[in-house]
């Protein structure tokens, strides 16, 4: 993380077709290539929540590529709210074993 850049955190809710094509892995990815921490997990739902921590325009970055999602996904909506800093979550991680 770049000096000098305040750290926000917000948390995302896909929904679609969304589990069971890799999207958390694209997921981790695309964070991690943006520099943020925190976590995505499938839901009992059907859905994908993403916790990510960062600078705004790193954030809005990995929305837009969250809205797009991997080639085998068909992302219907991706709800946004702002959340606290949690330093717990430095690095991005997978959370959940399905």
Same mark, same amino acid.
């Not at 926000?8 to 896909?14: G, T």
């Not at 997990?41 to 325009?57: F, H, K, L, P």
């Given at each position: $993380?770049?000096? +000098?850049?305040? &750290?926000?955190?917000?948390?995302?809710r896909?929904? +679609?077709?969304?589990?069971?094509?890799?999207?958390?892995?694209?997921? @981790? #990815?695309?964070?991690? &290539?943006?520099?943020? +921490?925190?976590?995505?997990?499938?839901? !009992?739902d059907? %859905?994908?929540e993403?916790?990510? $921590?960062? *600078? =705004? !325009? =790193?954030?809005?970055?990995? #929305?837009?590529?969250? =809205?797009?999602?991997?080639? !085998?996904? &068909?992302? /219907?909506?991706? *709800? @946004?709210s *702002?959340? =606290?800093?949690n @330093? &717990?979550? +430095?690095?991005? %991680? /997978? @959370?959940?074993?399905?």
């Amino acid at each position: $993380m770049k000096s +000098g850049k305040q &750290r926000i955190a917000k948390k995302y809710r896909i929904s +679609g077709r969304v589990q069971g094509v890799g999207f958390r892995y694209f997921a @981790e #990815r695309a964070a991690v &290539r943006l520099g943020l +921490g925190g976590y995505v997990r499938n839901c !009992s739902d059907g %859905t994908v929540e993403v916790y990510a $921590m960062g *600078d =705004a !325009s =790193a954030l809005e970055v990995f #929305r837009m590529q969250l =809205a797009e999602g991997p080639r !085998s996904a &068909r992302v /219907i909506s991706v *709800d @946004e709210s *702002d959340e =606290a800093v949690n @330093e &717990r979550y +430095g690095l991005f %991680t /997978i @959370e959940g074993g399905w």
